[in-house]
C-alpha cells in the first residue's frame, strides 16, 4: 500500500489525521528523535520533517533517525529542493500555487525530482496554498509570495480547485509557521464543498479545540508544529481532539 494511501485510510478510519511537523534547525538530532517518539506514542500518524530555511546541515541525519525510531510514515515537507532524504517514506510533492514566483512553482520541484526517482521515495502531489494570518510569516519571506487575502474565499477556491484539476493529490491550506492566525474555518469549509481531494490545514494552530474547528470545517490532516516545540505534554490531547471518528463511534 501506497503512503498516500495509508494516509486516507487513516482519514477515514480516524474522521482526520495527525501529522506532527518536527524542523530539525529549531533542534538537534537528539531532541528531535525524543519528540518523534513521543508524538508517535501521542497518537500521531505520521511526522513531517522540514524547514522553510533549512539553516542546519542535519536534515539526513534527523530523517534516518527519525525513520529508525518511529513506524507511523515519515513524510518529507520541504521548503525547497535541498530537503530530500533516502531515508523518508514519502515526500509532499509541493507547488505554492498561491504564489506567482517560478521557483516556487516549478524550479525547486525539477531539481528535487531527479533525487527523489534515484532515493525511491514515493512523491505526494500537493497544491500548496499560502493564506494570509498576520504578521508576515517565514514562508512569505523565503518564498517571495503574497499570501491568499484570508477575507477572499472565492480566491483560495479556485487555487484548490486549479490544484484539483492539475492532479494533485492534496490541498495544502497554510497559514505558516507560527502564524498569528491559522486558516479561517469558512476558507476550509467553503473549499472542502468545492473539491474532492483531501485538505490538509496547519500553521498557528495552538490548542486542542482550534485544531477540533479545522477537523469539523473539513480538514482531513491536520499540521501541529509549533506548539509542542513549546509544551509537549499536549500531543494526547490534539490527537484526541482530531480524531473525531473515535468521538463518535463511542457515543454510539
Ligand atoms: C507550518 O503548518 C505548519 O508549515 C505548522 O505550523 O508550527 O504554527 O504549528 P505551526
Do not use: C, W
Amino acid at each position: 500500500m501506497s503512503v498516500y494511501q495509508r494516509l486516507l485510510q487513516i482519514r477515514d478510519e480516524k474522521g482526520a489525521g495527525f501529522f506532527v511537523l518536527l524542523d530539525p534547525d529549531k533542534m538537534d538530532v537528539p531532541e528531535i528523535v525524543r519528540l518523534a517518539r513521543k508524538a508517535e506514542r501521542g497518537g500521531a500518524d505520521g511526522i513531517l520533517v522540514g524547514s522553510s530555511f533549512l539553516l542546519s546541515s542535519r536534515f539526513d541525519d534527523a530523517v534516518k533517525e527519525i525513520k529508525a525510531n518511529v513506524s507511523v510514515p515519515v513524510v518529507i515537507f520541504p521548503g525547497n529542493a535541498n530537503q530530500v532524504s533516502r531515508h523518508a517514506d514519502a515526500i509532499l510533492f509541493l507547488s505554492l500555487l498561491s504564489g506567482r514566483n517560478p521557483h516556487f512553482l516549478i524550479g525547486e520541484q525539477v531539481k528535487a525530482a531527479p533525487m527523489i526517482k534515484e532515493f525511491g521515495l514515493e512523491p505526494i502531489p500537493t497544491g500548496y496554498l499560502l493564506i494570509e494570518s498576520g504578521a508576515p510569516t517565514s514562508v512569505q519571506f523565503m518564498s517571495q509570495t503574497q499570501p491568499i487575502p484570508k477575507d477572499k474565499p472565492d480566491i483560495a477556491k479556485a487555487h484548490a480547485l486549479a490544484a484539483e484539476y492539475m492532479g494533485m493529490k492534496f490541498v495544502f491550506l497554510e497559514a505558516g509557521s507560527g502564524a498569528e492566525n491559522p486558516v479561517p474555518d469558512n476558507i476550509i469549509r467553503e473549499t472542502k464543498d468545492l473539491i474532492s481531494i483531501p485538505i490538509i490545514v496547519g500553521g498557528g494552530i495552538r490548542s486542542p479545540e482550534i485544531a477540533y474547528s479545522k477537523v469539523k470545517s473539513g480538514a482531513s490532516f491536520v499540521v501541529i508544529g509549533n506548539a509542542f516545540e513549546e509544551d509537549d505534554s499536549i500531543m494526547k490531547e490534539f490527537a484526541e481532539a482530531i480524531h473525531t471518528r473515535k468521538e463518535k463511534m463511542s457515543k454510539g
